[in-house]
């Protein structure tokens, strides 16, 4: 039925009025000559109200004269009595087809890229990466051979994994997952020493091929060998092997701080300005006249909402608001607590990953010392 | 008392249940169907007699149905086919 009725209102119908005594000798008469009428309803006794075909209403005619009624036309309705009606408005039409048009080739475009699950790369080097390889906003989205893409970025950015890409109307997911980064590995067949990363003393040592020089209660300094990777034997003279092993020690990380410290707290005073601007892919169009921002210090806060037609199909257009909010800045000694905790946050920043024993901290002539005890592998390979 | 009419049945129907044929396709005979009390449909119908929006007669080759029933319309008819809506209270054969 629904189908019936959009081809209806496509092809155009009008509702008709018949008006006589023998409404229902016109219906039957109508249905003998295969005239297809519908939705019929009886106004009062003489009258009747239906929808026909607009091709068939000029074969009503001879109908209506034979059953003795009157046809009136109440009302057009579907689609080519619409357009009739804009038929002079020619503007009109033409900018309509232009604009659907215009959508219809905007939305083939890559408008907006979306990188997730980097954390050491930072987008910059994947944009980069990615204009190299022919992903740019304003780029044809059919055009992008996904394994090109992907092959060019994992030759030119070492740190990645893995790459994802999809495309999504005219956005552009990228996934990417990163390497953990490794300490460049010394290659597994030339032979090699091991010296000490860092001073501390031993605490045991697993030695796996090598000549161990060192026994556990070993003070050693950084840079020492620890395992000489040169064997001398009787029988079989000289020989060179990779030294191997993992070598645990006591070792201290020391900080100094000079006090007092100062920080800067920023107020905002309430003055604010907002500078907001329509942004067509690469083109400006600002609603304001003054570039220049007349408070000494402020925070800039910038919010961007883009037009887009249900998720996927994100438009070149954009507004942007800019929030220029005016601030204070005073200078505010740190209590020494604050130094504290701030000092310990970067030492334990510094430190990731190594086993912390204790923690100390001394406040001794205006400076603040946090010392670090530690076990940790200090293995250092360093060929001959 | 009035005397009790035997059915009669003709050779085509008499033919059409011997060979288990439905009655509607071989003999064109009307088929109605209800749907609750807002829509009817009757196939091979031959002509409408009388259209009110309280009363429908439709002509069949054998009998007249009347609809009768409140606010009827019909709203799709063609040479063998009639929907009629509207809330249907009776359906008579006349």
Redo the contacts between chains.
């Keep these: 039925m629904f189908l019936i009725k959009l081809f209806n209102i496509l092809k155009g119908y009008v509702i008709i009025t018949v008006t006589g005594l023998f ?2 000798r016109f ?2 008469l ?3 000559r ?1 005239i ?7 106004i009062n ?1 003489n009258q ?1 109200s239906a929808c026909v075909d607009v091709d068939d209403f000029k074969r009503l005619r001879p109908v209506a004269k034979k059953s003795y009624c009157k046809v009136h036309i109440t009302r057009k309705a579907g689609l080519p009595f619409f357009l009739y009606r804009y038929k002079k408005r020619k503007v009109l039409l033409a900018s309509a087809f232009i604009s659907f048009v215009l959508l219809l080739v905007l939305t083939r475009f890559v408008w907006v890229i979306n990188i997730t699950g980097n954390e050491i790369i930072s987008t910059d080097q994947m944009m980069e990466g990615l204009s190299k390889a022919g992903v740019k906003t304003g780029v044809f989205a059919k055009s992008i051979d996904k394994s090109y893409v992907r092959n060019i970025l994992m030759t030119d950015i070492p740190e990645l994994s893995w790459v994802g890409i999809n495309v999504k109307g005219t956005t552009v997911e990228i996934d990417v997952k990163e390497r953990t980064k490794l300490p460049p590995a010394f290659p597994k067949d030339s032979p090699c020493s091991i010296v000490a990363k860092n001073s501390g003393v031993i605490v045991r040592s697993d030695i796996t091929e090598g000549d161990e020089l060192i026994k556990p209660g070993d003070v050693v300094s950084k840079g020492q060998i620890l395992v000489s990777g040169v064997l001398e034997g009787e029988l079989s003279g000289i020989r060179y092997v990779h030294s191997d092993g993992v070598i645990i020690a006591r070792t201290w990380h020391q900080k100094t701080v000079q006090l007092p410290m100062y920080k800067e707290i920023r107020t905002p005073t309430g003055r604010e300005k907002s500078k907001n601007k329509l942004k067509i892919h690469n083109f400006d169009i600002n609603f304001y006249i003054k570039d220049s921002i007349s408070y000494e210090n402020y925070d800039k806060i910038t919010e961007e909402k883009k037009f887009s037609l249900g998720d996927n199909f994100v438009l070149p257009v954009s507004i942007q608001y800019n929030k220029y909010v005016e601030q204070t800045v005073t200078t505010v000694e740190m209590s020494k607590e604050e130094v504290l905790s701030k000092t310990i946050a970067q030492m334990d920043e510094e430190l990731k990953g190594i086993e912390v024993v204790s923690k100390k901290h001394v406040f001794e002539n205006g400076k603040l010392t946090v010392t670090y005890e530690c076990l940790e592998n200090i293995i250092e390979k360093v060929g001959f | 008392m009035r005397k009790k009419e035997k059915p009669v049945k003709t050779i085509g129907e008499k033919l059409t249940t011997l060979f288990d044929m439905p009655q509607d396709v071989v003999l064109d005979s009307p088929k109605i169907t209800v749907i609750s009390d807002n829509s009817l449909t009757i196939e091979n119908y031959t ?7 309280l009363q429908i007669r439709i002509k069949t080759k054998e009998k007249i149905v009347s609809v009768v029933g409140t606010r009827l ?7 063998s086919y009639i929907l009629i809506e509207g809330i249907i209270e009776l359906v008579r054969w006349e």
């Design positions: 409404t229902e219906i039957n109508c249905t003998r295969s297809s009428i519908w939705n019929t309803k009886k006794k009747l | 002509g409408i007699l009388e259209y009110s929006d319309s019909i709203c799709v008819i063609t040479d």
